[in-house]
């Protein structure tokens, strides 16, 4: 996910799929649900984006939990 200075997301992928499409695309779409993010803090206003990479793990009948 790539967020800009007003917290806006500029993209968003998927780098290893989950090899479910349904999968992937619930985690794409709840980035975008979520957005936008609060602005960028006071030290981080000399960047142009930021990059954050995040681990989605869907097991059955187990809550969602992220790393």
Do not use: C
């Not at 500029?10 to 779409?29: C, Y």
Request: aromatic share 6%; no cysteine; hydrophobic share 40%.
């Amino acid at each position: 996910m790539v967020i800009i200075p007003n917290g806006r997301v500029k993209q968003v992928s998927i780098s290893n799929s989950s090899g479910s499409v349904v999968l992937d695309q619930a985690a794409v779409r709840s980035i975008k649900l979520a957005s936008p993010f609060q602005a960028f803090p006071d030290e981080l206003r000399d960047r142009d984006e930021i990059h954050i990479i995040r681990t989605w793990q869907y097991q059955a009948n187990r809550p969602l939990t992220t790393k």
